[in-house]
């Protein structure tokens, strides 16, 4: 299986300062398709998860663009330029180049100062 | 605009089976793998399985196998996760998903 380690547990930010999260997995994943499996998804409190960034950088539709991926390989990041008060929740990232089974990071928590 | 709506709250017995519906709109449902997700109070996101629309096959996560069954009904483009033999590390919210779009959670308590 591949393992997802997300970095930090949970982060507090004050609004309109950046925050970044960090992912690394097990295993490469990078296809031989030339594409990066690498998600990025943010669970609101009570909701379900929304998807951010796929593909390691690209942002899904309606995503703003305070919102940014990157990486390579095992190693990605997703940096939020300005937090604001509707990004609070929990960051997953996922990887689905092997499965099964797809895997998850553990979350990262992001809370307003 | 995509939908995915799930059926709503069960309230079940340990050993007993709950089938859980994901109806979708708003796109071809054949197009796109269709997952189901595990949540738990609490804690994080576990994948169970997937099923293809597109020809019924079926990928299960070894945690679950042998108790999970993952359908999918073209006719009506709903797709289905059946649990067994439930226990009570079973409670959680389960969530159908395709990779850019998720259902609103059903949550599943199983008590005596």
């Known amino acids: 299986d591949i393992v997802m380690t997300q970095t930090p547990l949970s982060l507090s930010v004050t609004p309109g300062q950046p925050a970044s999260i960090s992912c690394k997995s097990s295993?490469?994943?990078?296809?031989?398709?030339?594409?990066?499996?690498l998600y990025w998804y943010l669970q609101k409190p009570g909701q379900s998860p929304q998807l951010l960034i796929y593909e390691v950088s690209n942002r899904f539709s309606g995503v703003p663009d305070r919102f940014s991926g990157s990486g390579s390989g095992t190693d990605f990041t997703l940096k939020i330029s300005r937090v604001e008060a509707e990004d609070v929740g929990v960051y997953y990232c996922?990887?689905?180049?092997?499965?099964?089974?797809?895997?998850f990071g553990g979350g990262t928590k992001v809370e307003i100062k | 605009e995509v939908q995915l709506v799930q059926s709503g709250a069960e309230v079940k017995k340990p050993g007993a089976t709950v089938k859980i519906s994901c109806k979708v709109s708003?796109?071809?449902?054949?197009?796109?793998?269709m997952h189901w997700v595990q949540q738990a109070p609490g804690k994080g996101l576990e994948w169970m399985g997937l099923v293809d629309p597109e020809d019924g096959e079926t990928i299960y996560a070894e945690k679950f196998q042998g108790r999970v069954t993952i359908t999918a009904d073209t006719s009506t483009d709903t797709a289905y996760m059946e649990l067994s033999s439930l226990r009570s590390e079973d409670t959680a919210v389960y969530y159908c998903?395709?990779?850019?779009?998720w259902g609103q959670g059903t949550l599943v308590t199983v008590s005596s």
């Open positions: 996922m990887q689905s180049i092997q499965l099964p089974p797809l895997t």
């Open positions: 998903a395709t990779i850019q779009s």
């Open positions: 708003g796109y071809t449902f054949t197009d796109y793998y």
């Open positions: 295993q490469s994943l990078l296809h031989s398709d030339g594409k990066t499996y």
